[in-house]
């Protein structure tokens, strides 16, 4: 099994530029979410999705969209880019009933 | 909202030496709280977890310690190797609202030979 994979590994962007994050999972989990972490800090929740068609905002949503169409899929959309989106984004899924996260590899994002 | 706060932030050990990190949360509700270690550039990999019903967990040099009247765990490494030398990031959730994890800033542990 592959697990949680994220495309691409690194992006540069320019400001105000629009991208998407692609997550996709082949454990047929029901849970899904999508971190960002800044250099020297913890992960920090932006969206979260519990099945299809369903999804909610983290701590920190301003500034992306998320979908959930299918249930192996995830993808975030940045629609205006900032300089404050530069980080390293994580998407991670889980089932329902066991609570543990397993995380793809990240997206290094550079924003200038 | 949950809080975890996470201490300390770095820690050197020697070789052989064992490593303690503590965590502490505000929320009362939360139930679930799993140990994640990060090497440079890597994706963060769950090494253990504990939940609300239990005091202590261990699997093999790595032990967790919970006091939920308290509301903090704790992470206890043993005979440190240098390939624990990594970032170690605590975390909470109530299981009850989509496994939501709220993340300390995380502890980097360098062990020395």
């Known amino acids: 099994n592959a697990g949680v994979t994220q495309t691409p590994k690194f992006r540069i962007l320019k400001i105000g530029q629009s991208m998407t994050l692609q997550c996709t999972q082949d454990?047929?989990?029901?849970?899904m979410y999508w971190y960002r972490q800044d250099p020297g800090m913890g992960l920090k929740l932006i969206y979260y999705?519990?099945?299809?068609?369903?999804?909610d905002k983290g701590e920190v949503p301003n500034g992306y969209n998320v979908s959930r169409s299918t249930t192996e899929d995830f993808p975030l959309r940045l629609e205006l880019a900032a300089p404050s989106q530069t980080s390293v984004y994580f998407c991670?899924?889980?089932?329902?009933?066991?609570?543990?996260?397993?995380f793809g590899a990240g997206t290094r994002l550079s924003v200038l | 909202g949950e809080n975890v706060e996470q201490h300390p932030s770095t820690l050197s050990v020697q070789e052989g030496d064992s490593a303690v990190i503590k965590c502490t949360y505000s929320?009362?509700?939360?139930?679930?709280f799993p140990w994640y270690k990060q090497e440079l550039g890597k994706r963060p990999q769950l090494i253990i977890d504990?939940?609300?019903?239990?005091g202590e967990k261990k699997d093999q040099r790595i032990a967790v310690t919970l006091n939920k009247t308290a509301k903090h765990f704790s992470l206890h490494i043993t005979e440190t190797q240098p390939e624990d030398s990594a970032v170690y990031f605590c975390?909470?959730?109530?299981?009850?609202?989509?496994?939501?994890?709220?993340f300390g800033t995380g502890t980097r542990l360098q062990v020395t030979l």
């Open positions: 999705s519990v099945g299809a068609g369903i999804t």
């Open positions: 975390a909470a959730s109530d299981t009850g609202t989509a496994s939501k994890l709220t």
């Open positions: 454990m047929n989990h029901n849970y």
């Open positions: 504990i939940r609300s019903n239990v």
């Open positions: 929320d009362s509700a939360s139930n679930y």
């Open positions: 991670a899924s889980s089932y329902w009933s066991e609570n543990i996260q397993y």
